[in-house]
Structures are given as C-alpha cells and as structure tokens.
C-alpha cells in the first residue's frame, strides 16, 4: 500500500512540476500583446466567442507564423487589431487581397476596410493545432492568481519542508551521539 501512495504522490508532483515549468515557460515567452511566443509558434489562448465557428472559447491553439511571401489570398490567418481606445486583441479572418511592398513590409486585406501589415500577423489558421478547453487551463496558470496558488506557494511549501527535513535529520544525528 505504500508503495502504491509513493508511486501516486511522484506521479502527481512530476505533473505539477511539468505544468509549472510550462506555465513559466508561457509567462517569460509573453509578447508585447501578452501571447506567448516561442520561435515562430504562437500559444493563443481564445478567451471570448470572437473567433466562432472555427474556434471555441477556451479552446488552446498553437499556430505558426511564416515568411511574408508564404501568405497568399484565401490563407486564413491569426492577426493583431486594436480598436479605437487601443484595446489590442487577436481576430481571425480570411486574406482578399495582398499588397507586396518593395521597401516596405507587405500588407494584407481582410474585407473593404481592414488593412494589417506583416508585422501584426501571428500564423496561419489552416494546419494550427488546437487543444479544446486547454486554455482555460493554462490560463488559470497563467493568470496572478493562479500562479501564486498552483506554482509559487508549492514551490514555498516544498523549500520550507526540505529545510525543516534537514534539520530535524541533523538533530536525529546529533542525539544518537
């Protein structure tokens, strides 16, 4: 039985250890629109019906960013928008026309009146992966709250109890002296 409750308990703190590290690794990869961002790969959290039918919120999609001239008319694609207060927020959208700028980076057209330039495109959603109700999950890592509870305070919590093992093991020692 013990053995078993040991086996139990290593699974259970490899898996908090790995959704910590990842966590972590998710919030210092952040970019200036608070996406995290390894290499070209994008970590997009879809937190609101924005993004509907094709994607769910609280759905978890890692998309791929690639070269300008990889982004053709009908690509589907993940870019930034702000709107008028400077709310910046992710939209999804079909490209309609390509502007390729000589000295310039290109810009893309999504309808009449949208225009985002290169620079503001995050991947395509064609061949994006996506991990239903993911997001929720990371996002509660991810969040100040949920860090503090389900990394920091752990993380804490296993420090002090190491320490008090060490001391109480070196007083053990010091007794039967």
Same mark, same amino acid.
């Given at each position: ?28 990869? &952040?970019?200036? &629109? ?52 400077? &709310? ?90």
């Amino acid at each position: 039985m013990k053995k078993i409750f040991n086996f139990l308990k290593n699974i259970l703190i490899s898996v908090w250890v790995l959704a910590a590290i990842i966590a972590t690794i998710c919030l210092i990869s &952040y970019n200036d &629109y608070s996406v995290s961002e390894i290499g070209n790969y994008s970590i997009i959290i879809v937190d609101s019906d924005r993004l509907e039918p094709d994607f769910k919120e609280n759905d978890l999609v890692i998309t791929k960013k690639v070269a300008e001239n990889k982004y053709n008319v009908g690509d589907k694609v993940f870019f930034y928008i702000s709107n008028p207060s400077d &709310y910046v927020f992710i939209n999804y959208g079909e490209i309609t026309d390509k502007n390729e700028a000589a000295y310039a980076e290109d810009s893309y057209y999504f309808g009449e009146n949208v225009v985002i330039p290169y620079s503001k495109m995050i991947g395509h959603a064609n061949g994006s992966i996506v991990y239903h109700h993911w997001g929720l999950v990371l996002s509660i890592f991810e969040s100040r709250w949920g860090f503090m509870f389900l990394v920091i305070f752990p993380t804490i919590f296993a420090i002090v109890y190491e320490i008090y093992s060490i001391i109480e093991e070196a007083r053990r020692e010091k007794n039967e002296e």
